[in-house]
């Protein structure tokens, strides 16, 4: 079964203390591994989209890396406004039409 | 107006009312979509439209009913709901069905609270 899982739940940094999120999948095929940010009383805004194992893009302050198992958003010397809610998600390959699996998303907090 | 627009923003609705959920996309999209996002569980796929045909009814309960008239117009029309109904209802739009590449464009979502 195709499975999104992240951690860690909920993070809280001090401003510019960099650290990472992790989003680990399991699927039998992947399509492509998506990343967005999704503010309070707002919808998720796509960030990234990243389809093979070793691809890496950036935006920002943050820098998202794929492997076969899962992916990393890295977060460099992160800001108040960095602040949101993370999620991943990711497309199969043998799916018949756009169904795309979410994860539960990581909670971050930058203090100022 | 740009993007995607849902309304209500908020909706409290009894367990016998009748209510809808509009969206509207003015990106030219060709695909739309609505999700559930419950507290502290992923966003669930409940309905998608390509071109205006039901592509896929992700076993949503038939309380649940989706009308997409043309490619800019999405409803969800809502009846004898139940309270764990309650949750953020979210649209979403994309290019085509290879929503890989732009990724969705989602609305704000409506809030439901069933009481």
């Known amino acids: 079964e195709d499975q999104v899982t992240q951690s860690p739940e909920a993070l809280r940094l001090q401003e510019g203390e960099s650290s990472s999120l992790n989003c680990s999948y399991t699927?039998?095929?992947?399509?492509?591994l998506f990343w967005y940010r999704q503010d309070p009383g707002k919808g998720p805004e796509f960030l990234f989209t990243?389809?093979?194992a070793g691809e890496e893009k950036e935006k920002e302050r943050l820098k998202a890396t794929l492997t076969k198992k899962e992916s990393f958003l890295h977060i460099t010397a992160p800001k108040p406004e960095d602040s949101a809610t993370y999620l991943c998600?990711?497309?199969?390959?043998?799916?018949?039409?756009?169904?795309?699996?979410f994860g539960p998303g990581t909670s971050l907090s930058v203090i100022p | 107006e740009t993007g995607v627009t849902q309304t209500p923003r908020h909706l409290v609705m009894g367990m016998t009312n009748k209510k809808s959920l509009k969206c509207e996309q003015h990106?030219?999209?060709?695909?739309m979509y609505w999700y559930k996002q419950s507290a502290k569980k992923p966003l669930e796929l409940m309905f998608v439209?390509?071109?205006?045909?039901?592509?896929e009814n992700n076993s949503v309960p038939s309380r649940f009913s989706p009308e997409c008239p043309n490619s800019s117009h999405l409803f969800l029309h809502l009846h004898t709901l139940q309270p764990e109904d309650s949750a953020l209802y979210l649209c979403?739009?994309?290019?085509?069905?290879?929503?890989?590449?732009?990724?969705?464009?989602f609305g704000s979502g409506t809030r439901l609270t069933v009481v």
């Open positions: 979403a739009s994309s290019q085509d069905m290879s929503v890989t590449y732009y990724g969705y464009t």
């Open positions: 998600a990711v497309q199969a390959l043998e799916t018949s039409y756009d169904k795309v699996i």
């Open positions: 439209y390509s071109l205006e045909e039901r592509v």
């Open positions: 990106l030219g999209h060709n695909a």
């Open positions: 990243l389809y093979s």
């Open positions: 699927v039998s095929g992947l399509r492509g």
